[in-house]
């Protein structure tokens, strides 16, 4: 029914950027909230940022608040997710992912499509 696939991951040295993206095709999009979520080696899947139908409202995780900046563009069915400052920690496979909702939260309860993940990886 619906399929997300993320494209921009890469490997940056730390304090560079990158900027993810997530197309979106079938079934429809713009009234459902969208997020990114990260996970790496050994951890649990952790909420980086969500948007809502409208891009008007957005989430951050502290660790993402500052340095990173979700939007949407409905027209082209498209999320993204800018990554400034990037650290170390950072490292990890960042999936996008459909919210049940049209506002978006940090639970991954919430969300019922993901894509399969872009890895990013900074080096120190």
């Known amino acids: 029914q619906v399929q997300l696939v993320e494209s921009g991951g890469g490997l940056v040295q730390a304090g560079g950027s990158l900027r993810l993206s997530c197309a979106v095709s079938g079934g429809t999009f713009s009234n459902y909230a969208m997020g990114w979520f990260r996970q790496a080696p050994g951890k649990e899947r952790e909420f980086v940022a969500a948007?809502?139908?409208?891009?008007?409202?957005?989430l951050y995780a502290d660790s993402a608040k500052g340095r990173f900046s979700i939007s949407r563009d409905n027209a082209k069915k498209a999320v993204y997710l800018e990554m400034n400052s990037l650290k170390p920690e950072d490292t990890a496979v960042y999936y996008c992912a459909r919210s049940q909702k049209n506002s978006g939260s940090l639970f991954l309860d919430e969300y019922d499509y993901w894509g399969q993940g872009t890895q990013v990886t900074v080096s120190s």
């Open positions: 948007v809502s139908w409208d891009g008007m409202r957005t």
